[in-house]
Each structure stands twice: as C-alpha cells, then as structure tokens.
C-alpha cells in the first residue's frame, strides 16, 4: 500500500518568516494531493490540495508544490502569523480508491 | 451548510461499558470515515463506507469495534466492551468521490477517555 512519510515533525519560525513542510509518497499512482490544518480540539480541516496534472498551486500565503518523478509535495506558508500555529497533515490518495494515507504530521509554532 | 457533525463531542466511561460514537456525513456525501487519532499512531483508518456498505474496514483493531451505516445520513462506531487503551479521539470526514479525488470533510471529533 501506499506510505507517506512527512517532515519535520516539530517546526518554529518567527512571525512573518517562512514554513515548508516536506512529503514523500510511494505509489506512482497516487494522484491526489490534500493538506490539513488541525487546531487544538479540533478536527483536521483542508486548507489546500493538489492534483497530479499540475506542479504548483497557490492561494494568498499558501502554496504546494508536487514533483512527481521524485514523489515529494510540500506545503509552503510565507509571511506566518500566530494564527498559522497548528499540526499540518498531508495525505495521498489513488484516483481508483477514496481512501488517504496521512503523514504523521507536522506542529508548527510562529512565534510573535 | 452545515459540516459533519459527530456527538457526542466527549465521553468518559469505565471500562467494559459499551460505548456508542454517533456521526451525520454531509448532505450528498456517499463516502463515510471513521479515524482514530492518538500521540503514538497517528492518524488511522478504521473502516470507510462507500454508498452505506462497508468497503475496508482493515484497520478496525478487533472484534470488540463495530461500525454501521444504516442510511446514508447516520453512522455509528460501537466499542463493546470498552478498554483503558481505546483512550482516543475518534473522527469520522465524509466526502464526495471523484475519479480525480475530492477532499474529506472531517467533525470536531469525540475525545473519548475509558477508565
């Protein structure tokens, strides 16, 4: 089956630097790309995926990036806020099937 | 629009008791996730649903997990009898699928805590 690992699996920056959370998936059939914001006790909410027909996607501060000769994507947050600390997942899913396969996540803290 | 919604959001009960998590997909969502989240493991799959019949359900631990869907509007994961180790919070994401693949919406969980 497929495997995703993810890293870092803790990351600080200071407010108003950049963050860049790194996957890597196993299965050249994986063609869906989403990511996940989870805040304390809540759940996981989309913030922005990517499919395998583009190399780049963006909205306001957030991009992913997919390269997928190398199967790695990662997730890129510029101009952090406070607000942005949470645990970022990424995941992978096969076009055939629904099912995704998570990374073990990554906390980010900004620090003010 | 109203998202997933799981109840109840926390519960606390002794070990051997039976315990009953609830969860209402999306309106017009036909694929139905139940996840359990811990330090240790993660994010993991227990069983997902596709047009209200179970598809996997693999990652259920063992017999003492049960899951239903009874019409595409309700699920339940049932833990009979409970464990300390079932400690977890259990969330369930419903989502829409497409041969290009659609984003599951997940509820705000239920942290449940056996004694």
């Known amino acids: 089956g497929e495997n995703v690992e993810q890293h870092p699996s803790t990351l600080s920056v200071q407010e108003g630097d950049s963050a860049v959370i790194k996957c890597t998936y196993s299965?050249?059939?994986?063609?869906?790309f989403p990511w996940y914001k989870q805040e304390l006790g809540k759940g996981p909410q989309l913030i922005i995926d990517?499919?395998?027909?583009?190399g780049e996607k963006k909205d306001q501060r957030i991009a992913v990036t997919l390269n997928k000769t190398a199967k790695h994507f990662s997730l890129h947050i510029t101009e952090t806020q406070p607000e942005d600390s949470a645990v970022y997942f990424c995941a992978a899913s096969i076009s055939t099937g629904n099912q995704f396969y998570f990374g073990t996540g990554t906390s980010l803290t900004v620090i003010p | 629009d109203a998202g997933v919604i799981q109840s109840p959001r926390h519960e606390v009960t002794e070990m051997g008791q039976e315990v009953t998590l609830r969860c209402k997909p999306i309106?017009?969502?036909?694929?139905l996730f139940w996840y359990r989240q811990t330090m240790m493991r993660g994010l993991e799959l227990l069983i997902y649903?596709?047009?209200?019949?179970?598809?996997?359900d693999s990652g259920m631990p063992e017999d003492r997990f049960s899951a239903k869907m009874p019409n595409a509007s309700f699920s339940t994961l049932k833990i009979q009898p409970s464990e300390p180790r079932d400690s977890a919070v259990y969330f369930c994401?419903?989502?829409?699928?497409?041969?290009?693949?659609?984003?599951?919406?997940f509820g705000d969980g239920t942290r449940l805590s056996i004694l």
């Open positions: 990517i499919r395998s027909n583009v």
């Open positions: 299965d050249s059939a994986s063609n869906y």
């Open positions: 309106s017009g969502h036909n694929s």
């Open positions: 994401a419903s989502s829409f699928p497409g041969l290009r693949g659609q984003p599951q919406h």
């Open positions: 649903f596709n047009n209200n019949v179970p598809i996997d």
